[in-house]
């Protein structure tokens, strides 16, 4: 969990470079990024909030992630999106497992730049979780799941599919972590009756 850590602190300390820049305007709150603002219209009062209060660095993090990927989506949720990365994950699985390095390559980098779903990632967190500390570990889960995409795209370029297929699980590893930071827990019954104690 090195490079994550290094990714974070390269941006933060960029966000440093950036506000020291500007240290006169020491009573302006720091400028929201365009595309934040943008997706912010959308937002409910409620969740403009908390996401104000973030901390300029992460506020920049968050910028770069929706950044890095070329691709947005009109109307589709983030479980949508989610369903079309698991679907990614398992055309890899199948590539690798027939041997097929240009299939693995190219839904290996799909994966990592998957669609920004309609109002940004942050929209689709609890609320209780859109706070500066719980968000700050997005980036080691996107360089888990994302970088690890992206390197095994290069191994099946080389041809490499023994190395390739030692990244699923790396892949696989930062879906699980994020799923059980920010998911909850999906498809719970509203007509099931709790057992007492529980
Ligand atoms: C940045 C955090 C994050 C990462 C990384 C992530 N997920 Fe998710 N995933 C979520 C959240 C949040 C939801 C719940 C979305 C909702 O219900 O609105 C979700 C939901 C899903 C769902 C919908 C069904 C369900 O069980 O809730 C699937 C399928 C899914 N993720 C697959 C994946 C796969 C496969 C990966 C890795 C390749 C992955 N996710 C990586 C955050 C993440």
């Known amino acids: ?8 602190l390269i941006l933060a300390g960029s966000m440093l470079l950036s506000s020291h820049a500007s240290a006169n305007s020491h009573q302006t ?6 595309e934040m603002q943008q997706m912010m219209k959308v937002y409910t009062p409620e969740l403009r909030q908390k996401v104000m209060a973030l901390s300029p660095e992460l506020k920049g993090t968050i910028q770069q992630l929706h950044a890095g990927h070329t691709r947005r989506a009109k109307e589709t949720n983030l479980r949508q999106i989610m369903h079309e990365i698991l679907s990614e994950y398992q055309s890899i699985a199948s590539a690798v497992a027939t041997d097929n390095a ?8 799909r994966l990592a730049n998957h669609r920004i779903p309609k109002g940004g990632l942050l929209a689709y967190f609890p609320l209780d979780k859109v706070n500066t500390a719980d968000l700050s570990v ?8 994302e970088g690890s995409a992206l390197k095994l795209a290069e191994a099946a370029d080389k041809g490499d599919m023994s190395m390739a297929a030692s990244y699923m699980s790396d892949i696989m590893t930062g879906c699980v972590a994020c799923h059980q930071k920010f998911r909850g827990v999906p498809g719970i019954s509203a007509n099931l009756m709790t057992p007492e104690g529980k």
């Open 1 to 8: 969990m090195k490079k994550p850590l290094s990714l974070s």
């Open 29 to 34: 709150p720091a400028p929201m990024p365009v």
């Open 102 to 109: 240009e299939q693995a390559a190219e839904a290996a980098r």
């Open 138 to 145: 997005l980036s080691a889960m996107n360089t888990a799941v």
